[in-house]
């Protein structure tokens, strides 16, 4: 009877983790300058986030949010990083923010594709 308490609770805790979180996001702050993105993701959903320029030599940092959360959750690094020069990319995972999806996945073949696309995008 124990296991199957441990099994159901295991069930649903992974069905809240997982489900969507959805949410209005808004603009970049206007302290940041950059612009609005899109790319499409491996399931046919379009991953939207922010690119903020930094300067030619500075490099450039992907910045993720954690589960249930989306891209504001990172602004503070963000500002950190683009004031140090860094090209910064803020991204809401699928089924997070304001890229739709009916779950998210963690997986690391997601992740792998993820990367690749990510790494078609030109600022």
Not at 95 to 113: E, L, M, Y
Request: proline letters at 3%; charged letters at 10%; a positive charge.
């Amino acid at each position: 009877m124990l296991a199957l308490v441990f099994v159901v609770t295991g069930w649903i805790a992974g069905g809240l983790l997982t489900a969507p979180a959805s949410q209005a996001i808004g603009n970049l702050p206007s302290d940041l300058s950059g612009e609005s993105i899109k790319f499409s993701s491996e399931s046919g959903s379009t991953i939207h986030g922010w690119l903020i320029s930094g300067s030619k030599q500075g490099g450039a940092v992907v910045l993720m949010h954690g589960v249930r959360g989306n891209r504001t959750s990172m602004l503070d690094q963000a500002r950190f990083l683009s004031h140090a020069g860094y090209t910064v990319l803020l991204f809401d995972f699928q089924a997070h923010g304001a890229s739709p999806g009916k779950n998210w996945c963690n997986d690391p073949r997601s992740q792998s594709i993820l990367i690749s696309r990510i790494q078609g995008v030109n600022h």
